[in-house]
């Protein structure tokens, strides 16, 4: 997650999660982050262009855990012109 991310709502929940700080996009972050952890599941609802990066950081590591992403439609849409930003 982002440093200044709100996590308020989630907390409420009492959900079993670990939050990761740092930016999804950079394989320094997940580097640093499996280098300290082995996680069973990763849920990843940023963009879905960072999912190589990721899937380059657990080959590096050798780890395989479950990996959840959440993607978007977003693409085919006008709305906010997602289709036209390759860098979100």
Known sequence: MR????????????????????????????????????PETIIHIASIRHIKTILDSLDNAQQTPRLIVIGTTGIYSKYNDYRESPNV
């Not at 989630?10 to 950079?26: F, I, M, T």
């Open 3 to 38: 440093a200044k991310s709100d996590r308020s709502n989630l907390a409420d929940l009492d959900l079993n999660l670990k939050y990761h700080l740092g930016d999804s996009s950079s394989s320094q972050t997940w580097d640093h982050l499996l280098a300290k952890d082995t």
